[in-house]
């Protein structure tokens, strides 16, 4: 009998264990102060690499930039690599941003035109536009704020809730809202992703995964990204422009040069119209 009793204990021991999906394998640092990186690479529920990035913006010396306009150039902004982005604004972490247009006559001139909002320290760079509503707002103090355009939006620049447009970037599809996680179109199981959450603490969460790369990363749903985003704390989150734009950028080293964390599925850096990148002052590391 307790021979029976054991084998039954021992078999709803191995069932148990048989239906828990296998963790993650993550690998960590904090390649600076107040920033915390992790890659994270999956086999459930296929095979997925992601990066992390949590950046504390109530470290002094923080500060975040985004593409400005190009001036008298044709188009709004010029299209840049997330990398160039990096390195010609001495930032240490960077990843692509918003959607933007890119004809053969704008990759001629090397310009774009972004689909959506855009503003960069305080300056108007690109309005709503007419098909997306959501955007994100990092004001000059650090402080984020998710908008959507007001209904009554009568400049192309008008938000709900009222804020002072700083470094504002517009994106396709809200991920959460208020520690919900929204059911979102598009972004199927193959599509690279761009994303970037935010905490109650006032954390920032940067957010890219590779996809397109069977045997080794295949992609991921919007709703996949919004649970790894509120995992890490994210209480609201949206995403940018995935597919072959999505790019991770960090410089560390003693050389302080950038390098592409991710692997982009065009085999090799897009040139995009609009970047979003950290700078910490001074950028002082943990080794």
């Given amino acids: ?11 709803a021991a191995v069932s148990l264990l048989g239906s828990l999906a296998l963790p ?3 690998t960590e640092s904090m390649p ?6 992790v890659h994270r690479h999956t086999t459930e529920p296929r095979e997925i690499d992601m990066h992390i990035v949590i950046v504390d913006l109530n470290q002094p010396g923080v500060k975040v930039k985004t593409t400005a306009a190009n001036g008298d150039r044709p188009g709004e902004t010029d299209l840049e690599t997330t990398r160039a982005f990096v390195k010609r604004n001495q930032a240490q972490i960077g990843i692509n941003g918003g959607f933007f247009g890119r004809t053969a006559e704008e990759r001629q001139f090397g310009v ?3 689909c959506s909002l855009a503003v960069s320290d305080g300056v108007r760079v690109s309005d709503w536009g007419t098909w997306i509503k959501d955007a994100i707002n990092i004001g000059a103090d650090n402080a984020v704020t ?3 355009r007001a209904k009554d939006d009568a400049t192309g620049y008008m938000t709900t809730p009222t804020v002072d447009l700083y470094n504002a970037m517009a994106g396709n599809a809200r991920l959460l809202r208020d520690g919900v996680v929204l059911p979102g179109k598009g972004g199927d ?5 761009t994303a970037v959450g935010h905490t109650a603490d006032r954390r920032l969460i940067l957010f890219v995964s590779d996809g397109r790369q069977p045997g080794f990363s295949e992609g991921m749903t919007y709703e996949e990204v919004a649970v790894v985003l509120k995992e890490f704390g994210a209480v609201d989150a949206i995403a940018f422009d995935g597919g072959g734009s999505a790019t991770m950028v960090m410089a560390e080293g003693k050389d302080g040069e950038p390098r592409v964390l991710n692997r982009p599925s065009d085999g090799k850096e897009r040139a995009v119209g609009n970047n979003l990148g950290v700078l910490i002052r001074p950028p002082t590391g943990f080794f």
């Fill in 146 to 148: 998710f908008v959507t």
């Fill in 189 to 193: 199981a193959t599509y690279p992703q």
């Fill in 24 to 26: 993650a394998a993550d």
């Fill in 1 to 11: 009998m307790k021979k029976n009793l054991n084998a039954l204990i021992l078999g």
């Fill in 32 to 37: 600076f102060r107040g920033v915390r990186y």
């Fill in 112 to 114: 774009a035109d972004l």
